[in-house]
């Protein structure tokens, strides 16, 4: 289909700029909701703040004996808080048309279909496993 590089380029490009396009629609799409952050509860009372006790201990023990496993401690309480928040998120697709969901989608995908037919094109520009000579 595709004899020279330059238009595996294009397509190349054409594509990136589908998906990037399509991406950027797909995430105006989406609302972000955080309301249950930081919330969990223990024998039914609720422990909002507790995710940060183990910081705060480690960043005394961070400054009080400065080594390896000072900073470890910081920097695995650090990870559990972001664990947390990670968790806790909640995505909600905003109420939009089924033209314009279409439209998200065969950008979005169709964009990356031609990024990876140009980015794993055979040099001789086949494509697909089962092409045959004619």
């Known amino acids: 289909m595709f004899k020279n590089k330059a238009n595996d380029s294009v397509v190349f490009f054409v594509g990136l700029v589908m998906a990037v396009v399509g991406g950027y629609f797909f995430m105006h799409n989406v609302q972000v909701d955080t309301s249950m ?45 972001f664990a947390n928040v990670i ?13 314009s969901t279409i439209v998200i989608f065969v950008l979005f995908f169709g ?20 092409y045959k000579e004619q």
């Open 87 to 99: 968790a806790n998120l909640r995505l909600y697709w905003l109420s939009t048309t089924l033209f």
């Open 37 to 81: 952050l930081f919330r969990f509860s223990l024998f039914g009372r609720r422990m909002d703040g507790l995710i940060f006790v183990p910081l705060i201990a480690s960043v005394i023990f961070l400054f009080y004996k400065y080594n390896t496993v000072s900073k470890i401690c910081c920097l695995v309480s650090l990870l559990l808080i």
């Open 111 to 130: 964009g990356l279909g031609l990024v990876m037919r140009s980015i794993f094109a055979n040099p001789e520009g086949k494509h697909g496993k089962n």
